[in-house]
C-alpha cells in the first residue's frame, strides 16, 4: 500500500509537505507551485488512494454531510443534487441524503443526521417554518439553504430570485395584453413569487379583488385538478403562471381534456425549465433556474463554513424561455 512517505522520497519533500498538499483542499496553507506539482505527479505515479477513514479519525472529522429535500418539490432535485455531488466528489466529502414530508419528520431526520455525526446539512427548498423548528430542535449543525433564505448565524444559502421569477413571467403576460393572470403555487412555498407576482400585476393597476391566486397545488394532477376548479369559476383567467412545469403540464393536458386550446383560449407559463417542458404540445414557456449550479454553490458555501470562512449568500437570476404556450390577448 502507498503511503505519504513514499510520495515524499519520490518527489524530494517532507512528509507534511505531502500532508498539507494532499489534505488540505482549502489551500489556506501555502505552497510553491512547482511543489505542489511536483507532489501530485509523485502521488499520480505511485497511484496514491488517500485512506479517508483514516484522515477523519486524525482530523476528528466525518466529512459526511447530510442533504435533505421535500418530496413536493419536484423532479428538480436531481439536477441539484448532480451539483452537490459532483464538488463532494471532487473534494473528498460523502452525502447521506434523505426524504423528508412535513416539520416534525424533518426535524426526527435532522436529529438522527447529528447522530450520525454529519458536519453540516443542505436543505433543499425549505421554507420560514423549517427555519423555525430547526432553530428549536437545538441542532447546532451549519446549515445551507438551496431555494430559500436560511437566518442563521454559521449558515448560508444560495437561491434563484423568486421575486423575480414571477414578476418576469408576468409582466411577460400583461405586456402581451392578459389582465386576468391566476398564480398556482404551493401554499408553504414560493411564497416570494407571490410578491413578484403582486408587484407586476400592481405595477399596471390590477386591482387587488381581480388577482386570482390559488394555492395548494402539487405536481402533475394537483394541475389537472387545478384546472378543474379553475373552471368552476365565474370568469376564466386568460392565463395562468404555475409555480412548477410538473403542475403547467398536469394543466395544459386537462385544460386539452376538456375542450381548451393552448395557447389560442390559455395562455401558461411554467418554472423550472425541465427536459420535459420543450417536448410538450405546445411547447411550455417557462422561467429557467441554473439548478446543478446552485446544487454546487451550496456544496461550496458549506466546504467555506467547515474551514472556518464566513461564505456570502448568493442570489441567482431567473431567465425567461419564451417557447408556444403563450400567445397574445385578443378580446374574444
Known sequence: MVTIKDIAALSGVSIGTVSTILNRSDNTIKVRETTRKRVLEAAGKLKYTPNLNAKALKMDRSFVIGVMAPRIV????????????DFFMENNYSMLLSEFEDESEFMSKCRIMKQKRVEGIIVVSGNDELNRVY?????????????YSVPFANSA??????RKIAYI??????????RNIAFLYHGKYYTDRVDGWRQALTEYDIPK?????????????????????????????????????????????????????????LSIIGTDDMSFSKMLRPALTTIKQPKGEQ?????QLMNAILNKKSPENVLLEPELIIRDSCRKYVKP
Not at 77 to 84: A, M
Not at 169 to 178: C, D, E, M, S, V
Open 169 to 178: 413571467a408576468t409582466r411577460y403576460l400583461l405586456n402581451l395584453g392578459h
Open 74 to 85: 419536484g423532479s428538480f432535485v436531481p439536477d441539484i443534487l448532480e451539483g452537490i455531488e
Open 295 to 299: 446544487g454546487k454553490i451550496a456544496a
Open 135 to 147: 432553530a428549536s430542535g437545538n441542532i447546532a449543525l451549519p446549515l445551507i439553504g438551496v431555494g
Open 209 to 265: 379583488a381581480g388577482q386570482l391566486l390559488l394555492p395548494d397545488g402539487i405536481g402533475y394532477e394537483g394541475g389537472r385538478e387545478m384546472f378543474r376548479r379553475l373552471m368552476l369559476l365565474k370568469e376564466m383567467p386568460t392565463a395562468l403562471l404555475a409555480y412548477s412545469d410538473e403542475l403547467a403540464a398536469g394543466i395544459m393536458n386537462e385544460a386539452f381534456a376538456q375542450g381548451f386550446k393552448v395557447p389560442e383560449d
Open 157 to 162: 444559502f444560495v437561491k434563484v430570485d423568486g
